[in-house]
């Protein structure tokens, strides 16, 4: 599976590492609710299961997906200061298959 991550993301995501601590838990990128073709997704501090996979990305954070959901697989998890600061998460791979993007 495969997980890109911008730079703004990942200074943010280190900075939400550092206080999450030593905890065992790692970040989780996890689908909120799908909409036949696309899904919207999320990011929480969880436990790895069974059915994880730790994706180890280019900025040296490691991203758990689930391996039973196709949508996570090429994931990116942007960060963005305006015109609201925030994540953005999309699927490249299944927008352009599907032929729609959607954040």
């Known amino acids: 599976m495969k997980c890109k991550i911008n730079r703004h993301a990942a200074k943010v995501l280190k900075e939400m590492i550092a206080r999450e601590g ?3 838990k790692l970040l989780r990128v996890y ?3 799908m909409h036949g ?4 997704y999320d990011l929480r501090f969880d436990e790895p299961t069974e059915f994880d996979e730790m994706v180890k990305t280019d900025k040296d954070i490691d991203i758990l997906l689930d391996t ?3 949508f996570l ?3 990116w998890i942007q960060y963005y200061y305006v015109p609201q600061e ?3 998460i999309t699927n ?3 927008d352009r298959l599907n ?3 959607h954040h």
Not at 37 to 40: E, F
């Open 22 to 24: 030593d905890t065992g």
């Open 31 to 33: 689908i909120t609710h």
């Open 37 to 40: 073709d696309h899904a919207h």
């Open 68 to 70: 039973r959901e196709e």
């Open 73 to 75: 697989d090429g994931v």
């Open 86 to 88: 925030g994540f953005v």
């Open 92 to 94: 490249p791979v299944k």
């Open 99 to 101: 032929h729609g993007h």
